[in-house]
Nanobody
Framework: VQLQASGGGSVQPGGSLRLSCAASGSVSRINAMGWYRQAPGKQRELVASIHNSGNTNYADSMKGRFAISRDNAENTVYLQMNSLKPEDTAVYYC??????????WGQGTLVTVSS
């Protein structure tokens, strides 16, 4: 499984961005996909995930501001980020997990929230 993330950039506080993660390769093996982020000097943390069943999971600080969705036909997962704050500045990573719990990571995409 290969993951290609895109959509990062710079935005002012209160702004929005949408990240995309396109999966290729053995996509039928994927059980769930999600987004993690890592800010400078901090550990990587879960942002949101979505299971093949459609069930979603969000970190508490993202609930109500971020929305994860997937387009199964395009094998793509999206992260809509609204009301962005400076503390959302981080490198965002796409992750996929297959049915035997192998984890795949995409390259990071930088999100900078600054005035």
């Amino acid at each position: 499984v290969q993951l290609q993330a895109s959509g990062g950039g710079s935005v002012q506080p209160g702004g929005s961005l949408r990240l995309s993660c396109a999966a290729s390769g053995s996509v039928s093996r994927i059980n769930a996909m999600g987004w993690y982020r890592q800010a400078p000097g901090k550990q990587r943390e879960l942002v949101a995930s979505i299971h093949n069943s459609g069930n979603t999971n969000y970190a508490d600080s993202m609930k109500g501001r971020f929305a994860i969705s997937r387009d199964n036909a395009e094998n793509t997962v999206y992260l809509q980020m609204n009301s962005l704050k400076p503390e959302d500045t981080a490198v965002y990573y796409c992750r996929a997990v297959d049915y035997v719990t192998t984890i795949y990571w995409g390259q990071g995409t930088l999100v900078t929230v600054s005035s």
